[in-house]
């Protein structure tokens, strides 16, 4: 399998701990994602053009069962390719929060987490599920998360294309802030 991989940065500000995670592919696998994206993408509109004028009835629902299908792939594929490209998580560690941010560029929207209300911090478990552990280290998908927790009730994971060590340093940095934040 080819992997990709993330570059972990960490800043200390006044306000915090500063943590960003940026996927790290390499130029041929940028090329290549892009390349596969620009072949489907004719593909899609040739199946589109030829077929819809010469089927009729039941013809005409398989192209659009097929359709479905190959926008699903085209979206997640871009979706992927613009990722590699722009996309970044932030991870603010301040005294009492943590701020995460996914973003594309200069958007995204920031979510804080009380960091005494965090629980069940820690990696996330796809030892039951090969496939999709294989899968989400594959470098023409985002990436599967690697840091989950819970939070009222709600379970959250980010950290894409971390790997194990990567995932248990960043961790180990929220732990420690709420212990900070426990102690005082």
């Not at 629902?61 to 299908?69: P, S």
């Amino acid at each position: 399998m080819i992997n990709s991989g993330a570059k972990v940065t960490l800043e200390e500000t006044e306000e915090g701990t500063v943590i960003s995670i940026l996927p790290e592919t390499k130029s041929w696998q940028t090329i290549a994602l892009g390349a596969w994206l620009v072949v489907w993408l004719f593909c899609g509109a040739f199946v589109m053009l030829g077929g819809y004028k010469e089927l009729q009835g039941d013809g005409r629902i398989f192209l659009l069962v097929f359709l479905a299908f190959w926008a699903y792939f085209l979206f997640y594929a871009t979706r992927s390719l613009i990722w590699n490209n722009v996309g970044t998580e932030f991870i603010r560690i301040t005294a009492e929060t943590m701020d995460y941010k996914r973003g594309w560029n200069d958007y995204g929207k920031v979510r804080s987490y009380d960091l005494e209300t965090i629980k069940n911090l820690g990696i996330v478990n796809y030892d039951d599920k090969p496939f999709a552990k294989t899968y989400n280290e594959a470098f023409w998908t985002m990436g599967g998360e690697m840091i989950g927790l819970e939070y009222i009730g709600r379970k959250i994971a980010f950290g894409f294309k971390l790997n194990e060590k990567q995932a248990k340093n960043i961790i180990k940095m929220i732990e420690k802030a709420q212990r900070k934040v426990k102690s005082v």
